[in-house]
């Protein structure tokens, strides 16, 4: 099993930035790539950003490329967001999600093994 552990949402105002931190421990060895999905009220999960644990490719949804960046640091299991430029249709919850080798991943999906609790971002306009 993986836990994962979200922190820094909170509210801000359109333009600011935010950092998403996510802390990964118990199994971290099976994790093949790692990722983050949001959720609007009503809506399903979307795809943000994903990245592969040992090469650190990278691969970001069309609405926040250029303004977001994900970043992992394998030492210390820990997964990153940098949310820059942000904007009110970015307000959702924010999963932090892990896979685990040995099955089939779409690097821009939203299938993932583990999921944190989530963290809240709001975007005020």
């Known amino acids: 099993q993986v836990q994962l552990v979200e922190n820094g949402g909170g509210l801000v105002q359109t333009g600011d930035s935010l950092r998403l931190s996510c802390a990964a421990s118990?199994?971290?060895?099976?994790?093949?790539?790692m990722g983050w999905v949001r959720q609007s009220p009503g809506e399903d999960r979307l795809f943000v950003a994903s990245i592969t644990w040992s090469g650190g490719s990278t691969f970001y949804a069309d609405s926040v490329k250029g303004r977001f960046s994900i970043s992992r640091d394998n030492t210390n299991n820990m997964l990153y967001l940098q949310m820059d430029s942000l904007k009110p249709e970015d307000t959702a919850v924010y999963y932090c999600?892990?896979?685990?080798?040995?099955?089939?991943?779409?690097?821009?999906?939203?299938?993932?093994?583990?999921w944190g609790q989530g963290t809240q971002v709001t975007v005020s306009s």
């Open positions: 118990g199994r971290t060895s099976e994790v093949a790539a």
């Open positions: 999600a892990a896979r685990s080798y040995g099955s089939s991943w779409n690097a821009r999906g939203s299938d993932y093994d583990y």
